[in-house]
């Protein structure tokens, strides 16, 4: 990869890591449209798999950008992929937590942790709705039901449920 | 895992009085990198019961607080969190060691399995154990979202209004699949408004804060 392409790169992702409320996964379409469509960095196999095996593995699912970023350009790819989506909103995260905290007591405030609250875990729900409704079958949606039971109502290790339902898919019964 | 004093509550109700906190910065890039290391499809649930039922360094009202600031905000949310309990328990530099603790192995790890998968994305097993987890993982989000939902018992909107607001956002995003940023703008704005109304009014009925 030139140092010209390179630098584009970096500053298309540092672009959308201001845009991407609500995770990283809400920009991959126009991560899919510079990487694959415009540069031809990627193909739509790897582009797909960069997103699979970071859900699948261990870790924050941000981490898919260094997958693509590594498939593109190697280490330095995942380098500047993952720096460019992170520095900017973190930057913006540890300013406004600062700033809202110092000022927690104020109406404004307080007004909006309360009004936000139902949304956050309305948004939870929809999350994993949305996750689940992706792969079809009732298997799935059973599987999807019991886990969201077994956190609820149980102290049952996360791992496990992980390992089971690993186990059930890989078995087939999924 | 030290256990919790005795009447502590066993499944995880930390009141603010029997809290603890991070030893260290250490402790915090430890506690993140093995909360991120068990986190298979989201760190979010892992990290809920991590921070607010082992380690006790959060209410799960904290909880709540922290994760609608780093929802509204850009970026990946569990790392906005991890960033912002950092910083609140030890500043910029525990901010720092969170986000590493979060981030570091993972990635690695993400980057092994890159250039392993390229080898056995062939096998129906491995896509089979994929697609297994990945239903797990989707049902532990919505358990974690069930765990909470009884922190807005105290929510100052009354737990009507909360339910009609979180049905609301769950009807616009899962079902009608619109774009997160309008529906959060929208339905945030009205939401903080009925807030800062109640608020105002509970204000004004009993000056005490």
């Keep these: 990869m030139t140092l010209e392409a390179w630098f584009a790169l970096f500053g298309h992702f540092l672009l959308l890591s201001l845009l991407s409320i609500g995770g990283a996964i809400t920009v991959a379409p126009d991560m899919h449209r510079v990487l694959v469509d415009q540069m031809g960095l990627l193909n739509d196999a790897q582009f797909n798999a960069s997103i699979a095996i970071a859900q699948a593995a261990p870790g924050p699912n941000v981490l898919f950008v260094a997958a693509m970023g590594y498939q593109a350009a190697g280490v330095l790819g995942a380098a500047s992929t993952l720096a460019g989506i992170m520095l900017p909103s973190t930057t913006l995260a540890f300013a406004a937590a600062r700033w809202g905290h110092a000022r927690r007591d104020r109406l404004g405030l307080r007004a909006f942790r309360a009004g936000m609250a139902p949304i956050v875990i309305a948004l939870l729900v929809a999350t994993g709705w949305i996750l689940s409704a992706q792969t079809p079958g009732w298997v799935h949606t059973l599987l999807t039901a019991a886990a969201a039971i077994l956190v609820w109502r149980t102290r049952v290790h996360l791992l496990i449920m992980v390992a089971l339902g690993g186990l059930a898919g890989a078995l087939g019964w999924v | ?209």
């Design chain 2, 1 to 209: 895992m030290s256990e919790p004093a005795a009447g502590a509550g066993r499944v995880g109700a930390a009141n603010e009085s029997t809290l603890a906190v991070p030893a260290s910065n250490k402790d915090l890039f430890v506690t993140f990198t093995f909360l991120a290391l068990q986190g298979f499809g989201g760190v979010l649930a892992v990290a809920q019961r991590v921070l607010c039922e082992q380690k006790r360094w959060l209410s799960k009202e904290q909880f709540v607080d922290i994760l609608a600031l780093a929802q509204v905000l850009p970026g990946p949310n569990v790392c906005n969190v991890a960033l912002m309990i950092g910083d609140r328990f030890s500043g910029w530099r525990g901010a720092f060691s969170a986000l590493a603790g979060m981030m570091s192995v993972p990635l690695v790890v993400v980057l092994i399995l890159t250039v392993l998968y390229a080898q056995y994305s062939g096998f129906p097993m491995v896509a089979g154990a994929l697609k297994g987890m990945g239903a797990v993982s989707a049902g532990m989000i919505i358990g974690t979202a069930l765990k909470l939902a009884p922190t807005l018992k105290q929510n100052p909107l009354g737990v009507p209004a909360c339910a009609g607001i979180g049905g609301a956002m769950f009807v616009c995003v899962a079902l009608l699949r619109w774009p997160l940023v309008w529906v959060l703008l929208a339905l945030g704005v009205l939401a903080c408004a009925a807030a800062a109304r109640r608020l105002k009014q509970a204000h004004q009925v009993s000056p005490s804060p």
